[in-house]
């Protein structure tokens, strides 16, 4: 009994770093995604991940949400092929590594008001640039010690207690 229920927080504890490290990011936080906002600022320093997740929350038909390419960011152009997200409250997975542009297709919304977002994306278990080699050890070891120290904690704990007394059989 007591090895199973090891075996199982051995398993949760190599899990953990994913769950712990998936962050939400709203994009503009409170202001939401809207005309007028600087998103250049707001992206700028914050730490995206795969598996991390943007929304886009605004009045249902006030705005929408364009993934583009580049081109598109920089001169507005919505393609034509991609349904837009709509729904006031967009989620989008950031499921691959590198450079993500987003825009809204109302109106100049894009063009005049600005609402525009670029990121880029690493991949979970690098570090953001500038260096992202010399630091990565690093960032591997950050994510897991919240996992080791769960671990070792638990082992801590079924040493110190006789196996019979927490046999459940
Ligand atoms: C960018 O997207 C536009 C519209 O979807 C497309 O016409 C264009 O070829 C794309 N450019 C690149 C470099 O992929
Ligand atoms: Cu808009």
Partial sequence: MAYNMLGFFIILAVLSPAMVSAKDFVVGDDKGWTTGFDYKTWAKGKDFRV????IFQYPVGAHNVFKVNGTGFESCIKPALTEALTSGNDVIVLATPGRKWYICGVGPHCAV?????????TSEWMAPSPSPLAS???????????????????????????SDNISLS
Avoid: C, E, W, Y
Wanted: hydrophobic share 60%; aromatic share 10%.
């Fill in 51 to 54: 598996g991390d997740r943007l």
């Fill in 113 to 121: 008001g600005g609402q525009k977002l670029f990121i880029t994306v």
């Fill in 136 to 162: 990565s050890a690093n960032g591997i070891t950050a994510k897991f010690f919240p996992a080791a120290m769960i671990l070792v904690l638990i082992v801590l704990a079924f040493s110190s207690v006789d």
